[in-house]
Every structure is written in structure tokens, then in C-alpha cells.
């Protein structure tokens, strides 16, 4: 899962939550590996960039809602302590095109899984 848009927050281990446009199928218990960029890694003479791994997280909770629900409590978990939800939804939807404050958003939370773990899935 890429999260180039929070990078600093992942890997000071602030983010538990992310929300997304998508990811629909995904279940509490599954693990993911959160990337810098996922799509999209070329360089201008052609050769694909390096996947940059952060940290292996293990799925707690996946829920649907819309995204002008969130809580104060919730932006803090999304790693953005310094934002209101309504800052959250206006960066939110201005960096995904498509949503609107009543889209309704995949909310997932996760636990950063111990250095002994990561790649065990």
C-alpha cells in the first residue's frame, strides 16, 4: 500500500488509520506492506524505480463510512494532530480526485507489526 502522502507519519508510527477510495475487499487480519510509491515508478531514462518498503502492519479493522464522519480523534490517528476534520476532508478530497466531504471511504486500521515479523506473511 503506498502512502507517499504520509510517509513521515508512518515511519514515526503516528498513522494507525488510513482511509481510501477503494480497497473494498480487504479483511481484519491481512497483512500489507506500506511502500512509498506503489504505481507509477519510472525515471526519465525508462528503468523502473526501486519499491521503497517503510514497514510490514497487520489489518485490525476495515470499515466503509463517509469521509466528512470523521472524528478529531480520528485525524490524529490519521497522523495529522495539527488538522480539523474539515482540513482532513479538504486535503483528502483535494488529493483524490472524485471525492466529495459525503463520498464514502474505506477506513483502515492497522498495528505496525515488530521488526521479528515484517515479512512473514
Not at 64 to 89: H, N
Request: glycine share 6%; net charge positive.
Amino acid at each position: 500500500m503506498a502512502v507517499s502522502l504520509t510517509e513521515a507519519q508512518v515511519r514515526d508510527r503516528s498513522k494507525t488509520v488510513t482511509r481510501r477510495m477503494g480497497w473494498r475487499n480487504l479483511s481484519a487480519g491481512e497483512r500489507l506492506t506500506l511502500c512509498r510509491k506503489v504505481m507509477g515508478r519510472r525515471r526519465a531514462d525508462g528503468r523502473v524505480e526501486p519499491l521503497v518498503r517503510i514497514v510490514d502492519v497487520e489489518v485490525l479493522a476495515v470499515q466503509r463510512e463517509r469521509l466528512d464522519a470523521i472524528t478529531p480523534d480520528e485525524v490524529v490517528a490519521e497522523g495529522f494532530p495539527e488538522m480539523t476534520p474539515e482540513q482532513f476532508v479538504d486535503f483528502f478530497c483535494g488529493s483524490h480526485r472524485g471525492c466529495t466531504p459525503d463520498s464514502t471511504v474505506t477506513r483502515i486500521q492497522w498495528r505496525y507489526l515488530p521488526p521479528a515479523q515484517e515479512g512473514l506473511f
